[in-house]
């Protein structure tokens, strides 16, 4: 199984584009710690980096045995139609994506119709796959209605276990709900902190904090034994750019032995 990460688990790498690193420097980090799938999501800002920066990353990938795949995050087809023709000198044949914009519009159910409307059929006629990745603007049964109008093997989901925490989904609930659409897993571990009137949810390295990590593995293996999942990690920021950075590796480092040794713990039970 090929495990893999997000571009978020490098997020204050990425923060300030001015300082922001390219992706050069990022993969040899993140292949170190057993990563061999790589998303390269909006946080990496991709629609602005040049055809060189893009072949010296493709490169590199190559080099060092990474699949790299591709995820935005927007509500307008005009944007799915650059990453389209991203994705073809990538190349990757899906495309996830977050139903929100930067200026803050959110995801309504008439909104999410329209962008599938729009969208679905210019992934179709690429021959991609839309990755949808439910989120807390939007219910997870509303998502698998919208996303049963279209073809499975068009339109499926990229499943995070912390998405819909907001709207009070458990991760087992979410992952029943839109599983036999999956087309990938960002596996997000977290803690709910607080007291007994206010709470509030932060990140943990994934299999350290109140996540089912074998009982998701265990759903997830059972549906697809050679599941693509990615571990996602988000720290706090202490405010300082290199204690976040490297906060951020260690949780990477952590998160990536957890997953390994779980998914050998539940796959070695009979």
Known sequence: MRLGTTSFGFRYSFLDPKLAPPLTAILPAARKEGVERFQVCENTRPLEMGPRAWQDAIRCAADLGIELGL???TLRASVVQQYIKLAEIIPTRRLRIVMEEDDGTHATPELAR???????PLLARAGMQLAVENHFDIAS???L???GQYPADVVGFCVDTANSLRSFEKPSEVLDLLMKRAYCYHLKDFQVVGTKIAFGV?????????????????RILAHDGDAEIYAETWTTSVDDRDRDIAAEADWLRRSMKNLRDRIAAVTARP
């Not at 329209?114 to 679905?120: D, P, Q």
Request: aromatic share 4%; proline share 3%; hydrophobic share 40%.
């Open 114 to 120: 329209k962008l599938f409307a729009e969208a679905v």
């Open 145 to 147: 209605d919208l996303a």
């Open 141 to 143: 049964s509303t998502l």
């Open 202 to 218: 932060v990140g943990a390295p994934l299999g350290e904090g109140h996540l089912d990590l074998d009982g998701c593995l265990r």
């Open 71 to 73: 995820g935005c995050k």
